[in-house]
């Protein structure tokens, strides 16, 4: 496991980031001694990547609150958008594959995971150590969720920074509750797809309209408007209902899969200005602007780059 960091030591907490800018909700203090940290990342601007690093005996869950993100756990590759999960077991290298980290939201609840240990969650019983022995035997790693994830985590920091009686209890009830959420919706749904989600862990078939419509003119200039009169929807009531299910507003989503695409033409080796111009951005400093925006390069170097690879 060359070039990759570990994590063994209790209550340390690694922070494989560089500095970023937003803001951070943590809480290391449950009262749990499996419970390790559960943290709330909110970056708002593109930061450089999550380096390789691993944690010994420490099971992580990440939750996407909002925006998407990219992982590579063991070389496989993930890409999670709104409500998706994503599980890296005990000892897996993981990181953000060399690729930048874009603006988004996300959650990280990491445990210790030692099977060796006769207890989990401060409990003795056999249920709760085949709850340990089910989350550690998951097969499907990347999963959908839901905002019941959400709404369980938020509450996890609520009573943990809160001065209440039997604070330990309490946040071991609600770990529970999301810990046997996560098995069952594990056990139940296919790995996340590249499509955003809803509430529900579906989009509906006006939004996949939109989206497949926002593909097939990924070339052209797309607005919010002409998506809203497509779906026969008013444009302020299409914009709120795209941003409900996807986690982004169509302009952002637009601009996230145009780059996506450049990215793409650049690896092919198409010069800078076709790129910019078969794209429909309105110049070649804009189309750079937005390019550095989301992958913290210029698109000239980025072609540089995958010339030499």
């Known amino acids: 496991m060359a070039n990759v960091k570990t994590v063994n030591e209790k209550k340390k907490v690694y922070k494989p980031h560089r500095k970023f800018t937003g803001s951070e909700q943590e809480c290391n203090d449950f009262g749990l001694a499996d419970i ?138 609600v770990l529970t509750e999301l810990l046997s959420l996560l098995y069952e919706i594990s056990e139940t749904t296919k790995p996340g797809s590249d499509q955003s989600l809803t509430a529900s862990g579906t989009v509906s078939e006006i939004i996949k309209d939109a989206l497949a419509c926002i593909e097939e003119n990924i070339f052209k200039t797309i607005t919010a408007a002409e998506l809203a009169d497509e779906a026969g929807l008013s444009e302020p009531r299409f914009r709120q209902r795209f941003k409900n299910e996807t986690g982004l507003n169509p302009a952002e989503y637009i601009l996230r899969k145009k780059i996506e695409t450049a990215k793409q033409l650049l690896a092919q080796g198409t010069p800078v200005l076709r790129c910019s111009c078969d794209l429909s951005f309105s110049s070649s400093q804009y189309f750079a602007s937005v390019f550095k925006k989301y992958t913290s390069v210029t698109p000239s170097e980025f072609r540089a780059q995958a010339k030499k690879s």
Not at 128 to 152: H, M, P, T, V, Y
């Open 36 to 173: 390790l940290h559960c943290r709330r990342l909110s970056f708002n601007k593109t930061i450089g990547p999550l380096m390789p690093h691993a944690h010994i005996n420490e099971f992580e869950i990440i939750f996407v609150e909002k925006g998407s993100k990219v992982y590579f756990v063991n070389e496989a590759e993930f890409h999670l958008q709104r409500f998706d999960v994503l599980i890296v077991f005990p000892g897996e290298s993981h990181s953000g594959g060399g690729l930048p980290d874009e603006k988004a939201v996300h959650w990280c609840l990491v445990m210790n995971f030692d099977s060796r240990k006769s207890h989990f969650l401060d409990d003795h019983s056999s249920e709760f150590l085949e709850l340990r022995e089910k989350l550690a035997a998951i097969q499907n790693r990347c999963f959908r969720g839901s905002a019941d994830f959400l709404a369980l985590f938020k509450k996890i920091i609520h009573i943990s920074r809160g001065n209440t009686c039997f604070k330990k209890i309490r946040i071991r009830s």
